[in-house]
């Protein structure tokens, strides 16, 4: 399962709640060797496959954001000069507390000019994956519905108890379901019921779910936009006419299903984050 870390090291805005749509200036780092990020924020041409952040995890150099084409929305990318870097922390098992220091102390001095920092973690490649959870404030964990899927979240948990030894702050904000078919009602609230099974403290399900829209995926995919620029040229008549293209119907819907997601995380995420510390992060 892919995740996704808010770095703890970041200028928290001073807001007491999440306003949806705030503007706040984010930095995306791909921490995939895979890479496929570079594809949905058209820098494709232009990315180092992950070269740079390499060097910042092997050696401590300090990270340079690229910019997206987005306001406010700068990048890291990610990609094949990670494997090696991804294969030397798998074999050592344990998390490498060196290199997380390293993390730690490059993040810093440019986090102070982003309201929030996003990692998109490999789906099933430990050691980056450990890494990074054991430098985040807060790990997302996206999961298909099915009861295979739900069943793999139990190999996250002995990584969640050791990020929370190296740091107590560190929580486990939310499990998200998707991407699933639309109106599924009893689906999503069997795959919450298989979800409160496993864990054994509360960990809590969003609510929002992506729903299953191949089509937009794809084009977005191909194209390089978000779901929500996909959305404006497929409401648009005019655009329609001038780009020739074809739009799927379910455009609209799916974009409405990530905005609702992404205000309910993030406004956990203001709520946690406001949380004293001596306060348990698990109510």
Known sequence: MPGVAFSRRVSWPTSPAWQPRGGWRVLVIDADPQGSLVYDFVVADTADHGQHLASVIESGNLPVPVASGRQNLDMIAGGRFLEPV??????????????????????????????????DTPPVD???????????????????????SIE???????????????????ELLV?????????????????????AQIFDRYVPVAMAAIRAAQKVAVDC???????IEYEA???SRSRRRTSGRTYA????????????????????????RTTPDHVSVYP
């Open 249 to 272: 119907s379910a455009a609209i819907g799916l974009a409405d299903d990530y905005h609702a997601l992404t205000d309910e995380i993030l406004a956990r995420f203001v709520d946690r």
């Open 152 to 170: 793999g979240l139990r190999n996250l948990l002995s990584d969640q108890e050791r990020f929370e030894a190296l740091d107590p702050r560190n």
């Open 86 to 119: 991804s294969t030397q922390l798998a074999a050592a098992g344990a998390i490498d507390l060196a290199a997380r220091e390293r993390l730690i102390d490059t993040l810093q001095p440019i986090s102070t000019n982003y309201d929030l920092v996003l990692f």
């Open 126 to 148: 430990a050691g980056i994956r450990r890494l990074i959870g054991s430098v985040a404030r807060f790990t997302i964990v996206p999961t298909a519905p099915d009861a295979a």
């Open 175 to 195: 499990v998200t379901l998707g991407p699933v078919a639309a109106n599924t009602s009893q689906l999503r609230r069997d795959a919450r019921r298989r979800l």
């Open 221 to 227: 995919r191909n194209r390089g936009q978000l779901v």
């Open 233 to 235: 040229e497929a409401t």
